[in-house]
């Protein structure tokens, strides 16, 4: 691996033979010294090695929540690396061209995307990116969002200290982004860079009633210890809408939306 390269990470959990992110990274011609799957059961180790583990790094750091998981990938990598997080169902990674969004098929073009994105953010003395969080062109822009709470970290910058709060085990990001941005650090979203995922949800989105009342009581706590950030929606209580004013860096051939 090259110096300053960027490190691929992503969390899983008793998924070995549904590794679609490790075969999209592996397809386009990542290499395996760059991709990092932190498994949280020895039974895991075992299987996942034996599914990609010609394809990825399989890396065992115990844990009963993916929130934990979440914390071990930066406990391990944060001080060393770049890392890009990224959940183990993705199908496509996709920037706007034109009008279109189009799928990134080469590690040439996903390593160059990531790391312009590493450097805007060294620039603009932020710590953590995110992506638009919808996969559709006509909801993407040639734009960075600079002050708006994201709903997924993707990029954590080298050296990152914080730690995701466990007390959060789902809208663990928002509380991450809050925090960050009462302590007045920046947080930036690119807006023409989105991802196809298989986020296992029903139609209600949620993968069971479990998580439908886990994100109602982690929404109430945010709206409780950041009022100034967040607020429940109304027809939604189980998501938060952000109260801060978003400002927008328009890039070359961009317009707000």
């Known amino acids: 691996m090259q110096e300053n390269q960027f490190i691929y990470a992503i969390p899983s959990y008793n998924r070995a033979g549904k590794q679609k992110t490790v075969e999209l990274l592996a397809g386009i011609g990542i290499k395996k010294e760059r991709i990092f799957v932190f498994v949280q059961t020895a039974e895991d180790k075992e299987a996942y090695t034996k599914a990609i583990g010609d394809k ?9 929540r993916g929130v934990e998981a979440r914390n071990n990938i930066l406990n391990e990598l944060a001080e060393q690396h770049n890392i890009l ?17 189009r799928a990134i098929d080469s590690a040439r073009e996903m390593d160059g995307t990531f790391e312009k994105c590493f450097g805007t953010c060294k620039k603009a003395g932020a710590s953590v990116f995110g992506i638009y969080p919808v996969y559709n062109a006509f909801f993407l822009s040639r734009t960075i969002s600079t002050l708006s709470p994201i709903n997924t970290v993707f990029g954590f910058a080298k050296g990152f200290k914080l730690r995701y709060n466990e007390d959060y085990d789902t809208k663990e990001d928002a509380e991450l982004c809050a925090r960050l941005l009462s302590f007045r650090k920046r947080i930036l979203r690119f807006n023409f860079i989105a991802v196809d995922a298989d986020h296992r949800k029903t139609k209600d989105g949620y993968i069971d009633d479990w998580h439908q009342e886990e994100n109602i009581r982690c929404v109430r706590k945010l709206v409780f210890e950041y009022p100034e950030i967040y607020k429940p929606q109304k027809d939604k209580p189980w998501e938060v809408r952000s109260l801060v004013k978003d400002s927008k860096i328009i890039l070359s051939g961009g317009k707000k939306r």
């Open 56 to 64: 990825a790094k399989i890396i065992l750091k115990p844990a009963k």
């Open 85 to 101: 997080m990224l959940d183990d169902d993705i199908k496509a990674i996709g920037v706007l061209k034109g009008e279109e969004i």
